[in-house]
C-alpha cells in the first residue's frame, strides 16, 4: 500500500498515511503491523483498504476518509462542508486558555466556528464558561451540531451569523476568538490538490485586493462588543502579521500583538479592549 501511494505522495508521508489508516481505520496499531496482524483482517476489511487507498490517490484528505480528526485532545467528525482542523489553530485554542482563569463564567464568541472545533474546545475546558459559535454556512454549522451531539458535556449555542453584517444587538463578550479565511487567491497556485479540490474555498480564500476584509469586520466588531477588558485572538496569514496587527490597533483595542506558530510564523494576533 505505501508502494501504490507513493505514487503521489513522498514516501514519509505515504508510510504515515498508511499507518493512521490502520491506527484509525481498523484498530491496528503499528507494531499490529509489523507482527503480521494486517493478514488477519476480513475480506470487508482489505475492501474498505483498498477503497482509502484509492480515494487517498486521488488526493482525497485522510480526514475526510475517515470521518474524523483528532483536535486538543478530543475526537471531532469532519466532512467537506467545513476546514479540516490544523494543528496551529490548536495553538491559538491554548493562547485564549492561558489567558483565562479555569473557573471563567464568561461570555466567549467563535466567529467562523467551521467544524465547532475552536468552539467546543474552550467549553469543554471552560465549563462555566458561556460559548457562542457562529457560522455563514449552514452546512459548517450542520458539522459542528453533530460535534457538539458527540461531546454534550461542551455547551455551546450555534448562531447563523455573517461577520461582515453582524448581527445588531447589545452584547458583550469577554473573549472573541477567530479564524476566518485569510489565504489570497494567488496562493492557490501554490496549495496541495487535497486541500485545493476538497476543502470548502469559502472558507479558506480572500480576495488580493481586500485580504483583510474579514479582520477590518471582526475588529470593527470587537471594539463595540468585547467587554471592558476583554480579549481578541485571531488566527493570520502569516505574510500578513504587522499588517492586520495596525489594522486591528486602528479599530480602537490595546496592547496588539503578533504571536508565533511553532514554526516561528507571525500565525496570531491578540489584542485588548480598554
Not at 459542528?144 to 451531539?149: H, L, P, Q, T, V
Request: net charge negative.
Amino acid at each position: 500500500m505505501v508502494d501504490d501511494l507513493t505514487q503521489v505522495y513522498p514516501e514519509g508521508e505515504a508510510r504515515a498515511l498508511v499507518r493512521r489508516m490502520f491506527e484509525d481505520g481498523f484498530g491496528l496499531s503499528q507494531t499490529d503491523v509489523l507482527l503480521g496482524k494486517d493478514s488477519e483482517l476480513s475480506a470487508d476489511d482489505i475492501a474498505n483498504a483498498r477503497e482509502i487507498v484509492s480515494r487517498l490517490l486521488h488526493h482525497e484528505p485522510i480526514q475526510y476518509i475517515l470521518g474524523f480528526t483528532d483536535f486538543c485532545g478530543h475526537r471531532f467528525r469532519v466532512a467537506p462542508g467545513a476546514l479540516i482542523p490544523r494543528p496551529e489553530t490548536q495553538q491559538l485554542v491554548h493562547l485564549v486558555l492561558d489567558s483565562l482563569p479555569a473557573g471563567c463564567r464568561g461570555g466567549i464568541l467563535d466567529i467562523g466556528t467551521g467544524s465547532g472545533c475552536i468552539a467546543l474546545s474552550l467549553a469543554l475546558a471552560l465549563p462555566d464558561a458561556h460559548v457562542t459559535a457562529w457560522d455563514i454556512s449552514d452546512e459548517a454549522l450542520s458539522v459542528a451540531r453533530s460535534n457538539a451531539a458527540l461531546h454534550p458535556r461542551a455547551r455551546v449555542t450555534f448562531e447563523q451569523a455573517d461577520i461582515l453584517a453582524p448581527p445588531a444587538d447589545d452584547r458583550r463578550w469577554q473573549v472573541i476568538v477567530s479564524n476566518p479565511p485569510y489565504v489570497l487567491q494567488s496562493e492557490a497556485r501554490q496549495m496541495e490538490p487535497n486541500v485545493l479540490d476538497y476543502e470548502p474555498h469559502r472558507a479558506l480564500f480572500v480576495p488580493d485586493d481586500d485580504p483583510l476584509r474579514f479582520y477590518r469586520a471582526i475588529g470593527r466588531y470587537a471594539q463595540s462588543h468585547l467587554a471592558p477588558g476583554g480579549m481578541l485572538f485571531l488566527e493570520i496569514n502569516q505574510t500578513l502579521g504587522a499588517e492586520t496587527a495596525h489594522l486591528i490597533e486602528e479599530s480602537g483595542l490595546l496592547n496588539v500583538r503578533a504571536e508565533r506558530d511553532s514554526f516561528g510564523l507571525d500565525r496570531f494576533v491578540i489584542a485588548l479592549q480598554p
